[in-house]
């Protein structure tokens, strides 16, 4: 099927008809001025023709009435009685006739009232009798006294019949009936309307190129403007318009340049107050690290020495220890956001085994996950997942998926499923707890954000793990995304490419992932958790 052309065509005349103002102002004012000469075309052509019509049938029955009142007084003056002096003498009216009118096709016939002889019927120039038209002939039979007309064609010329009856002496009422030649005026006529055509093609022609030119003039200005705009609201701030004149369009200008200005100087101090509260944050955590230090020596000496003291100073002691803790991976955190605001973070990329990775990984979080009743299980497929990424940074994202999964798993199953294909790999973190509501998922990357903020946290999140884990994942160009269903459990999957400037086609895993195909994939259960026969080692 050649489909395919036709529609691109139709779909790029649509295209331009829709998205150039010019396009359309050109062709709505072809369309409309070309109908508006036509129909003034028509009306002027109907109306010349009319009036060449009926002057020259007012002058056709002027001679036409003058030639037969001649005709009939030289019949009525004859005192001819035989046959042959009554046809000499019509033929003689005939030729008489032919000269007053100047007609070339007359005709006299004697009419079926004619009560004399057998006069015969006469024409000239060839004028057959089928030629006269049966109404007319009828008209000047019932109504002999008067001047009868009908407009014909004959031999494909247009012609005027004018009829009357005449008198003769003796033989009886005859019909004469005179052809009035219109060719001339359908000529004068062909002329004018020809005219009328080319002007009226000629003067479209010339209003569309003086609209285009006027239509081209203004639109030139609104490009401009639409330009700019464009760039400007594409990030370069500093665009302005070039205001000529005084008219609507350089006001327009002008009011955008003004608008510009504006957002330009908002956007401006929003950055240097966003600059400012970044800086002030990193200042403030840089400040902090020094009494922090000296806090949490003061506090680890008296908290190794905590079965000396009174037990009430003990449950104290035992809550600084704590809380100095929280303290310390909260301007951790807290500094490595910051670092991230500033653009000073950086990717240092070294190629390891990802599977290798991960056990080590689950393995330091089995203790955990044990005590809170979790069953943590790793699935991988049997070949290496080499990939070439920043390792540390890829380890605190699975850390923090595995550490929120065991925090809100509920007690229940989490696996953490590896994945790899050509363009990428991917680690998800599976849990079947309590699950995050869907009006919250898109939230759950936003900093110091919590599902429920009164919930206890138990295992020392600092409501920033998920944003730093974002920003390490940006840093990858890759992806984190999650999956869950309130009372079914979350699906964290984190999708990186295999090189730090490679492309993602797809991801290895499924959100959440299903169970891998036996012949690609195997599953991988740490020894210190769980045995099972026929597994990765
Ligand atoms: P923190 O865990 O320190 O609160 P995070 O940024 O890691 O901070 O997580 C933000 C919030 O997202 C958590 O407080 C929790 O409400 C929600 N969340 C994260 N992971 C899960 C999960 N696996 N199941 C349910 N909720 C989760």
């Given at each position: 099927?050649?489909?395919?052309?036709?529609?691109?065509?139709?779909?790029?005349i649509g295209?331009l008809?829709r998205?150039?103002?010019?396009?359309?102002?050109v062709?709505?004012?072809?369309?409309?001025?070309s109908m508006?000469?036509?129909v003034?075309?028509?009306v002027a052509?109907?109306s010349?023709s009319?009036?060449?019509?009926s002057?020259?049938l007012?002058?056709?029955?002027s001679?036409s009435?003058?030639?037969?009142?001649?005709?009939?007084?030289?019949l009525?003056?004859?005192?001819a009685t035989?046959?042959?002096?009554?046809?000499?003498?019509m033929?003689?009216v005939?030729?008489?006739?032919?000269?007053?009118?100047?007609s070339?096709?007359v005709?006299?016939?004697?009419?079926?009232?004619?009560?004399?002889?057998y006069t015969?019927d006469?024409?000239?120039g060839g004028?057959?009798?089928?030629?006269?038209?049966?109404?007319?002939?009828?008209a000047?039979r019932?109504?002999?006294?008067?001047?009868?007309?009908?407009?014909?064609?004959?031999g494909?010329?247009?012609?005027?019949?004018?009829g009357?009856?005449?008198?003769?002496?003796?033989?009886?009422?005859?019909?004469?009936?005179v052809?009035?030649?219109?060719?001339?005026?359908a000529?004068?006529l062909?002329?004018?309307?020809?005219?009328?055509?080319?002007?009226?093609?000629a003067?479209a022609?010339?209003?569309?190129?003086?609209?285009?030119?006027?239509?081209?003039l203004v639109?030139?200005?609104?490009?401009?403007v639409?330009s700019t705009?464009?760039?400007f609201?594409?990030?370069?701030?500093?665009q302005?318009?070039?205001v000529?004149g005084?008219?609507?369009?350089a006001?327009?200008?002008?009011?955008?340049?003004?608008?510009?200005?504006?957002?330009?100087?908002?956007?401006?101090?929003l950055?240097t107050?966003?600059?400012?509260?970044?800086r002030?944050?990193?200042?403030?955590s840089?400040?902090?690290r020094?009494?922090l230090?000296?806090?949490?020596?003061?506090s680890?000496?008296?908290f190794?020495?905590?079965?000396q003291?009174d037990?009430?100073?003990?449950?104290?002691?035992?809550?600084?220890?704590?809380?100095v803790?929280?303290?310390?991976l909260?301007?951790?955190?807290?500094?490595?956001?910051s670092?991230?605001?500033?653009g000073?973070?950086?990717?240092s990329?070294?190629?390891?085994?990802?599977?290798a990775?991960?056990k080590?990984?689950?393995?330091?979080?089995?203790?955990?996950?044990?005590?809170?009743g979790?069953e943590l299980?790793?699935r991988?497929?049997?070949?290496?997942?080499?990939?070439t990424?920043?390792e540390r940074?890829i380890?605190?994202?699975v850390?923090?998926?595995i550490?929120?999964a065991?925090e809100?798993?509920?007690?229940g199953?989490?696996?953490?499923w590896?994945?790899?294909n050509?363009?990428?790999v991917?680690?998800a973190?599976?849990d079947?707890?309590?699950?995050?509501?869907?009006?919250?998922?898109?939230?759950?990357?936003d900093?110091?954000?919590r599902?429920?903020?009164?919930?206890?946290?138990?295992?020392g999140?600092t409501?920033?793990?998920?944003?730093i884990a974002?920003e390490?994942?940006?840093?990858?160009?890759?992806?984190?995304e999650v999956?869950?269903?309130?009372?079914?459990?979350?699906?964290f999957?984190?999708?990186i490419p295999?090189?730090?400037?490679?492309q993602i086609?797809?991801?290895p895993?499924?959100l959440?992932?299903?169970s891998?195909?036996?012949q690609?994939?195997?599953?991988?259960l740490p020894?210190?958790w769980r045995e099972?026969s026929?597994?990765?080692?």
């Amino acid at each position: 099927m050649r489909v395919g052309p036709r529609r691109w065509r139709f779909a790029s005349i649509g295209n331009l008809w829709r998205s150039s103002l010019q396009v359309r102002t050109v062709v709505i004012t072809v369309l409309l001025t070309s109908m508006a000469i036509a129909v003034f075309g028509a009306v002027a052509a109907l109306s010349i023709s009319q009036d060449l019509f009926s002057s020259r049938l007012n002058q056709v029955l002027s001679v036409s009435n003058r030639a037969i009142a001649e005709a009939q007084s030289s019949l009525s003056a004859s005192a001819a009685t035989d046959t042959a002096s009554i046809q000499e003498l019509m033929n003689k009216v005939l030729s008489d006739i032919e000269g007053t009118t100047t007609s070339q096709k007359v005709a006299l016939l004697r009419s079926e009232k004619a009560s004399f002889g057998y006069t015969q019927d006469i024409t000239s120039g060839g004028l057959g009798l089928d030629d006269l038209p049966k109404s007319l002939r009828a008209a000047v039979r019932e109504n002999s006294t008067g001047l009868w007309w009908e407009s014909v064609d004959i031999g494909g010329d247009p012609a005027i019949i004018v009829g009357a009856g005449l008198t003769v002496q003796v033989a009886g009422l005859h019909e004469v009936y005179v052809v009035f030649d219109l060719s001339g005026e359908a000529q004068t006529l062909a002329y004018v309307q020809q005219i009328l055509y080319v002007g009226g093609i000629a003067l479209a022609l010339l209003l569309s190129a003086i609209m285009l030119g006027v239509v081209t003039l203004v639109i030139r200005p609104v490009r401009a403007v639409a330009s700019t705009s464009r760039m400007f609201a594409g990030g370069d701030l500093a665009q302005r318009i070039d205001v000529r004149g005084e008219d609507e369009l350089a006001v327009l200008a002008t009011s955008f340049n003004q608008m510009a200005e504006s957002i330009q100087s908002q956007i401006i101090q929003l950055e240097t107050l966003s600059t400012m509260q970044q800086r002030f944050v990193s200042d403030v955590s840089h400040e902090l690290r020094t009494p922090l230090t000296t806090i949490r020596l003061a506090s680890d000496m008296i908290f190794d020495g905590r079965e000396q003291l009174d037990p009430s100073y003990k449950r104290a002691v035992e809550l600084l220890h704590n809380q100095v803790d929280r303290f310390e991976l909260l301007l951790g955190d807290l500094l490595e956001i910051s670092r991230f605001d500033a653009g000073a973070a950086t990717l240092s990329a070294t190629k390891f085994e990802l599977k290798a990775l991960a056990k080590r990984i689950v393995s330091s979080f089995l203790p955990l996950a044990a005590e809170r009743g979790s069953e943590l299980t790793l699935r991988a497929p049997r070949p290496k997942c080499l990939v070439t990424a920043d390792e540390r940074r890829i380890e605190r994202i699975v850390r923090n998926l595995i550490a929120n999964a065991i925090e809100h798993g509920d007690g229940g199953q989490i696996e953490v499923w590896i994945g790899a294909n050509r363009s990428a790999v991917s680690v998800a973190v599976r849990d079947h707890g309590v699950g995050i509501a869907a009006v919250d998922q898109s939230r759950v990357f936003d900093r110091f954000w919590r599902a429920d903020s009164s919930r206890k946290r138990t295992i020392g999140g600092t409501g920033l793990g998920l944003s730093i884990a974002a920003e390490d994942t940006l840093l990858h160009h890759g992806a984190l995304e999650v999956w869950s269903k309130p009372g079914e459990g979350s699906c964290f999957r984190l999708t990186i490419p295999r090189t730090p400037d490679g492309q993602i086609t797809t991801s290895p895993l499924g959100l959440p992932p299903t169970s891998p195909s036996p012949q690609t994939s195997s599953i991988i259960l740490p020894k210190t958790w769980r045995e099972e026969s026929g597994h990765d080692k």
